[in-house]
């Protein structure tokens, strides 16, 4: 059985009640509005290892369609950046969610014999004027796009904005990539075989 079926079946709800900032289970479908998708890569041996967290976008069916790159603050509403920091009262807000986070999924998965990569899914919404996290959404306990887009944005030149995702081949244009000291600098690239209806790119630079 696979290991994510066993997470949402058996484990999940656990989680999402130890953690009280998951509260939008109790708000009715219609009365909140989805803001930041992101999702907290980690490493499952004896310890629990963080290894990135990053900001996805998803269509409105939910399906995947690429990663922001960099840091995770980069780009967000200057508003969702003052929740994040607790509107000022608490700084480590984020940081704490994240980690409790990582480390309660994480444990789950050592007793249920997982050692390897995961992913977990959140999210951050709104109801009226109040932003609150929904810190489990799902847990996939394999490699991931997020993984992956984690180990790319290591490949970029430091301050660029970049994007990686996945799009129809025939809306992606590639731009000569450039490169700064090693890194991809500016330019876009299509890293999938353009015969096949969707490819995977990387963009760089370009807005």
């Known amino acids: ?3 994510n079926f066993i997470m949402r079946k058996n484990t999940l709800k656990t989680l999402l009640a130890l953690l009280p ?3 939008m289970a109790q708000v009715p ?17 004896e310890k629990v290892n963080i290894n990135a967290v990053g900001r996805f976008e998803t269509d409105q069916r939910g399906q995947y369609l690429g990663h922001h790159l960099g840091a995770f ?3 967000l509403p200057r508003d969702i950046l ?5 509107d000022g009262r608490d700084p480590r807000l984020w940081h ?12 789950a998965l050592q007793q249920e014999g997982y050692r390897g990569p995961a992913g977990i899914d959140a999210m951050i919404y709104r109801v009226g004027e109040k932003y609150k996290i929904r810190p489990i959404v799902e847990v996939n ?3 991931t796009m997020g993984r992956i887009a984690a180990e790319i944005s290591k490949h970029i030149s430091s301050g660029q904005s970049a994007y990686f995702g996945i799009a129809p081949t025939k809306n992606i244009t590639p731009v000569a990539m450039k490169y700064q000291k090693g890194r991809f600098h500016k330019g876009v690239l299509q890293l999938t075989d353009p015969k096949y209806p969707f490819s995977a790119f990387l963009q760089v630079g370009i807005d």
């Open 1 to 3: 059985m696979p290991f």
């Open 21 to 23: 900032l998951s509260a």
């Open 29 to 45: 479908q219609g009365y909140w509005q989805q803001e930041v998708d992101y999702s907290i890569q980690i490493t499952v041996s």
């Open 73 to 75: 603050h980069k780009g």
């Open 82 to 86: 003052r929740f994040v920091h607790g």
């Open 96 to 107: 704490r969610v994240v980690q409790q986070t990582a480390q309660l999924v994480g444990m």
């Open 141 to 143: 306990p394999r490699y």
